[in-house]
């Protein structure tokens, strides 16, 4: 499964951007040849080499570096690691510090991800010693690395456990000023809850997604909106549901014209290897049983319509596609993604011939015993 790149995960601080617009303010105010800048412009990764400057123009070449795509990921990271150093030396502010101390966070949890033990103890030991700092801003980033390291151990936690996390982390998150970290850290817990108990991560995501619903940035603000989504498709087992939107002729999708039918809706992407490696199945699926009634309402989460719309035509898929003509209602923010708390592909509903969701997120053998089951109903009802 393909998760969502922008809300994905508290340690995919880069994707957010860990400097603020006054920092890089301060570093276009500079000297537009310092020596970070000639270093982001020679496009060279090397951790041994990380150039000087001023903590906001490290700052800035961290953000770059995390954005990197060419380099080895050991070597940014590395690299963010020994950047972060020197802006938590030279930093003169609490803010600057808290920005330093994200991406020594984010470096440390990336090496402790690939298997470096030293990296995920200096984790550690950085959260223990934060939490204890008496500057508010600092022991506030302590907690926050710790309960991104408890996100990770989410799979090992008992029931009872899992509801002392969201408790502990509703509690932390209550009298902040939240931002983008806060957010993904939430989002963690509550994807590592999904996948252990749907009606657990439902409770969570309600919770902890109260706290970013009505926020003034608008990408919290959305995976806010996003998590409650979420919350509504892991209660909708048994409850009617109606699927709207353009296809990509432009036109609107007839609902009714589904009324009676087993539907799949697919959440997808072109660059999703677990969709693609799924698709040979679905299309012998459809081809074997829509004559009884199956259907699939597939919904890419690309932003590249032309190539969705190329993909679709190589791959001859028969199927209706959703894809907005807005091109900001597309990928991640796809009014369907949003409405359903979709942050993974490939994600599915399965809607019965009375127009109930009967299954969530069911896939290949599973996925054509469900279909089966469902199409030997009787056509009553209707969506």
């Known amino acids: 499964m393909e998760s969502h790149s922008g809300t994905a995960t508290f340690w995919r601080l880069a994707s957010?951007?860990?400097?603020?617009?006054?920092?890089?303010?301060?570093?276009?105010?500079?000297?537009?040849?310092?020596?970070?800048?000639?270093?982001?412009?020679?496009?060279?990764?090397?951790?041994?080499?990380?150039?000087?400057?001023?903590p906001a123009q490290l700052l800035v070449y961290i953000n770059k570096l995390q954005a990197e795509r060419e380099a080895p990921a050991q070597t940014v990271q590395m690299a963010v690691l020994s950047a972060s150093e020197k802006v938590l030396v030279g930093a003169r502010d609490e803010?600057?510090?808290?920005?330093?101390?994200?991406?020594?966070?984010?470096?440390?949890?990336?090496?402790?991800?690939?298997?470096?033990?030293?990296?995920?103890?200096?984790?550690?030991?950085?959260?223990?010693?934060?939490?204890?700092?008496?500057?508010?801003?600092?022991?506030?980033?302590?907690?926050?690395?710790?309960?991104?390291?408890?996100?990770?151990?989410?799979?090992?936690?008992?029931?009872?456990?899992?509801q002392k996390l969201v408790q502990d982390l509703d509690d932390f998150l209550a009298p902040l000023k939240v931002d983008r970290a806060?957010?993904?850290?939430?989002?963690?817990?509550?994807?590592?809850?999904?996948?252990?108990?749907?009606?657990?991560?439902?409770?969570?995501?309600?919770?902890?997604?109260?706290?970013?619903?009505?926020?003034?940035?608008?990408?919290?603000?959305?995976?806010?909106?996003?998590?409650?989504?979420?919350?509504?498709?892991?209660?909708?087992?048994?409850?009617?549901?109606?699927?709207?939107?353009?296809?990509?002729?432009?036109?609107?999708l007839d609902w009714s014209s589904y009324k009676g039918k087993v539907v799949l809706v697919d959440f997808w992407a072109t660059w999703c290897g677990p969709c693609n490696a799924e698709l040979p199945a679905l299309k012998a699926l459809y081809a074997r049983d829509r004559a009884r009634g199956f259907e699939i309402i597939a919904v890419p989460l690309d932003e590249d319509l032309a190539k969705v719309k190329q993909f679709l035509a190589q791959q001859e898929v028969p199927w209706t596609n959703l894809m907005s003509a807005d091109p900001a209602s597309r990928g991640w923010n796809d009014p369907r993604a949003i409405q359903f708390g979709v942050s993974a592909v490939p994600t599915t509903l399965l809607i019965d011939r009375q127009g109930r969701v009967a299954a969530l997120n069911t896939h290949g053998e599973e996925l054509e015993q469900k279909v089966q089951q469902l199409l030997a109903e009787p056509q009553t009802a209707s969506k």
């Open 182 to 252: 806060h957010m993904n850290v939430a989002i963690a817990v509550c994807q590592g809850i999904e996948k252990r108990d749907p009606s657990a991560a439902a409770q969570a995501y309600d919770a902890l997604g109260a706290h970013f619903v009505a926020h003034q940035d608008r990408v919290v603000a959305l995976e806010g909106d996003r998590m409650t989504g979420a919350a509504a498709r892991l209660r909708l087992i048994g409850k009617s549901v109606e699927i709207s939107g353009e296809v990509l002729s432009g036109a609107e």
């Open 16 to 54: 957010f951007a860990v400097v603020s617009l006054s920092l890089t303010s301060a570093l276009n105010a500079a000297d537009g040849k310092s020596a970070v800048t000639r270093s982001q412009e020679s496009n060279r990764v090397d951790p041994n080499s990380v150039p000087d400057g001023s």
């Open 95 to 162: 803010m600057t510090l808290v920005h330093g101390v994200r991406a020594k966070a984010w470096a440390l949890r990336k090496l402790a991800a690939a298997g470096d033990s030293v990296a995920r103890t200096r984790l550690l030991k950085l959260a223990a010693e934060l939490r204890k700092d008496t500057r508010r801003g600092l022991a506030a980033e302590g907690s926050l690395i710790y309960f991104g390291l408890r996100a990770d151990n989410v799979a090992n936690l008992s029931t009872e456990e899992l």
